[in-house]
């Protein structure tokens, strides 16, 4: 007997995965292993669950790859030095994660040696481009695969096949999707697609339960979490958690991101991170003290074209290796404790604990007194520095304002 095709479809349990997975093994005659790589968002019960209806679609084999811990080693953490905010919004949660999950299937189609590997992405948006741009280059004798997108099927007819074939789920379009994750939540659909609206409360799975301010401390050392008021953290995806939890209860980090998918068109999207807004907020704040002028401009410079990498399926680029060095060494000062003041749906900084706060110096107090340098020596520097405007209106007397 011929010996069957091997297929791995990044199954996420949804229902164009759901029904790449039954179509394969059964129109097609592919031998389908089912690949759920985890980057933080599926709960134990959901992975269950993913298990038991791959199974029942067809698959041969199913597995779970967790990378959660990959991710934000290779990820997370450099968009946490570089306070890397899309648009200065949206903190890259989705399209980071997918780079990862691709990663993974990509590893595990070569360690059981595939002829394919499927996913099922439309033609429409970002993740396609993600998907397909890192199979090519990982694992590049590979078939691809994308039913959703080269048959341009529709929901029900998905929905269709996989009821005639007697798997049924509950696969009803609602209102809105959610993708969720360690690094946020993004909402699609409904008022989004409107742009003059916004989201109604009912839209968020987060909603404010605590009404009373509170005092949140973050303690970083080496621009990473390691201890979250007072609690010491060795496992920073823990630590993350535990800030999502605080967070999330005063329903801190909503917020509508606009900016332009890879393929051309504008995109609008809603999402709810409370713990990369305060992470973020908190660290950024730290660095105020802790940094250089020049430190903290160039590392915006970096981090902005890294975020934007990351969301343009770039992450290979050997230069993000490049810039993940400069965003480490910048870090090797950015020590200390940030307190932060939580109230419902906001947050601000307060004030940074640091051995490394160059606030604290010497040579004065700003606005108040001077010990470095003399009255004179202040005249003479303003002087100075004023010589090119000077030189250049008394050249161009009719330009002065």
């Known amino acids: 007997m011929e010996q069957k095709k091997k297929v791995v479809v990044a199954f996420s349990g949804g229902l164009d995965t759901s029904y790449t997975v039954m179509y394969l093994a059964k129109e097609k005659g592919y031998e389908v292993y089912a690949a759920c790589a985890n980057t933080g968002g599926f709960s134990e019960e959901q992975l269950k669950q993913n298990e038991e209806n791959a199974y029942k679609l067809g698959a041969v084999k199913y597995v779970t790859i967790d990378v959660t811990e990959e991710y934000y080693e290779k990820s997370l953490k450099y968009m946490i030095y ?17 780079i990862f999950q691709a990663l993974a299937i990509s590893r595990y189609a070569n360690e059981i040696g595939a002829d394919a ?11 396609q481009i993600r998907f397909d741009m890192t199979f090519l280059v990982l694992a590049p004798n590979v078939e691809i695969i994308t039913l959703t997108r080269d048959n341009t099927l529709t929901r029900q007819q998905e929905i269709d096949y996989l009821n005639e074939n007697g798997f049924y789920a509950d696969f009803t379009k609602l209102k809105y999707s959610y993708n969720v994750g360690l690094w946020g939540t993004s909402i699609c659909g409904g008022e989004i697609l409107d742009s003059a609206k916004g989201l109604p409360e009912t839209a968020y799975l987060k909603h404010v339960e605590k009404q009373e301010p509170t005092e949140l401390r973050i303690e970083f050392k080496k621009g990473e979490i390691c201890a979250v008021n007072g609690e010491v953290f060795e496992d920073k995806i823990a630590a993350i958690q535990k800030i999502e939890e605080i967070g999330a209860a005063y329903g801190i980090g909503r917020d509508m991101h606009v900016g332009d998918t890879i393929i051309g068109i504008k995109g609008r999207v809603g999402f709810e991170a409370a713990a990369p807004m305060l992470i973020i907020g908190a660290h950024r704040f730290l660095e105020k003290y802790t940094l250089s002028k020049w430190q903290q401009y160039w590392k915006d410079q970096v981090a902005n074209w890294y ?18 060095a400069m965003l480490s060494e910048s870090q090797r000062n950015v020590n200390g404790t940030v307190i932060l003041e939580l109230r419902p749906l906001s947050f601000s900084t307060v004030g940074v604990e640091s051995e490394d706060d160059l606030v604290k110096t010497k040579f004065g107090e700003y606005g108040e007194t001077q010990t470095g340098w003399t009255a004179d020596e202040a005249k003479g520097f303003i002087k100075v520095t004023s010589t090119p ?13």
Do not use: C, W
């Open 117 to 127: 590997i499927a996913h099922g992405s439309t033609g429409a948006g970002n993740d």
């Open 82 to 98: 570089g306070n890397v905010l899309r648009n200065g919004t949206y903190p890259v949660s989705v399209s980071s994660e997918r």
């Open 307 to 324: 975020g934007m990498f990351l969301h343009e399926s770039q992450y290979l680029e050997p230069v993000m290796r490049d810039i993940e």
């Open 389 to 401: 405007l000077r030189v250049y209106y008394a050249n161009h007397k009719d330009e002065q304002i």
